[in-house]
């Protein structure tokens, strides 16, 4: 039988907000669309002037890549292009992008995204991903505003990433459940592949960069050791999977079970990755399947944004395992974030 194409999947999906006058599904589906062209470029990023990097430095201090641009520009045109969106946050831009256009003047949703995820293996051909939150705006008319987007993880109306893998993936919650999307290639659409994605209890793979080791705080340094001690109880030693690119391995975890997690080390005392386009959506969706996601302490979608690019630590994937590495968080406690 065929799937469910994935628009087709979310306009069925549409009656589960009964106030929906479609724009959601509608935003949904330019998000899908930018995937396409992105992942077109991804699949010949070889073959095309495309690989690289442009020379520039972004806010966060990290060399700009060319596919990084061109990811930017697909997503804030098709967004720009759908009308749904009032404002725009990305990671490659310092501001946010407020959208002006006589087809948005009614727009009810902003978007903050990470475009190309795992920028580091762009250029050696291993997976990287997009992510994107969908909130609500809060100001009442005309342009999004920086405001719009300090609101919790709580507030998102929906979130999701796209992995470009051996296959291209999107994976998206509107927060009742998780639901996956293989990009067919032959006929050019999302279908459903991963219904109702959960993600188990317990599982065995750990991910870290266990090069930054001698920068952890203990707690993470004590889980560790504990990942590689054998105990035939609890299937110890796990194995230790990490791509370094966060939605990979992210969506790897979540299929087969294990915890991902990039912790404040003394270099980056507040960790690397970024709560409002990266941790707050894949918190979200990993919550959605029945997962845990938190700073090693607390959770991540009750945190408070005062920044567009404020950076947290993160301990997301099977609850079990979460729950467990917090207690050696907690009982260091000087170390708590
Ligand atoms: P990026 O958005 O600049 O690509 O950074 C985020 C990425 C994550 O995808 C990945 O898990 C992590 O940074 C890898 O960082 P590191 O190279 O420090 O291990
Ligand atoms: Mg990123």
Not at 38 to 48: F, W
Not at 99 to 128: H, Q
Not at 131 to 157: A, C, H, K, W
Not at 184 to 189: F, V
């Amino acid at each position: 039988m065929k799937s469910k194409t994935l628009g087709q999947f979310i306009i069925e999906k549409q009656s589960d907000f009964p106030y929906a006058k479609g724009e959601l599904s509608r935003l949904l589906r330019d998000i899908g669309i930018a995937a396409k062209i992105v992942n077109r470029e991804v699949n010949k990023a070889g073959l095309v002037e495309i690989l690289g990097e442009t020379g520039e430095t972004n806010i966060q201090g990290e060399k700009v890549k060319k596919l990084d641009v061109f990811a930017n520009d697909q997503f804030i045109a098709a967004l720009k292009a759908g009308g749904e969106v009032c404002a725009i946050a990305s990671e490659e831009n310092d501001e946010i992008i407020p959208v002006e256009s006589e087809i948005s003047k009614n727009a009810k949703y902003v978007v903050a995204m990470d475009p190309l995820d795992g920028s580091s293996n762009i250029d050696v051909n291993v997976s990287v991903g997009t992510i994107f939150s969908i909130y609500r705006r809060t100001s009442l008319s005309g342009p999004g505003t920086n405001e719009d987007f300090m609101q919790r993880g709580t507030e998102q109306v929906a979130a999701g990433y796209i992995i470009y893998g051996s296959s291209c993936m999107l994976v998206y919650t509107t927060g009742k459940g998780v639901n996956g999307f293989t990009l067919d290639p032959s006929i050019g659409e999302f279908c459903l592949s991963h219904p109702n994605m959960q993600t188990p209890k317990m599982g065995n793979v750990y991910s870290i960069n266990e090069g930054n080791y001698l920068h952890f705080p203990e707690g993470v340094k004590k889980y560790i050791k504990y990942c590689q001690e054998e105990d035939l109880v609890t299937n110890r030693p796990f194995s230790s999977r990490y791509i370094g690119s966060g939605v990979a391995d992210i969506h790897r975890n979540l299929i087969v079970g294990g915890i991902y997690i990039y912790p404040t080390t003394t270099k980056s005392p507040k960790g690397k990755l970024r709560l409002l386009y990266e941790c707050n959506p894949l918190a979200f969706i990993i919550e959605q399947a029945g997962g845990k996601a938190t700073t090693g302490s607390k959770r991540i979608l009750e945190l408070d944004i005062k920044e567009l690019h404020q950076r947290t630590p993160l301990f997301v994937g099977s609850a079990e395992m979460v729950d467990m590495a917090m207690e050696f968080m907690a009982k260091n406690t000087a170390e708590k974030v």
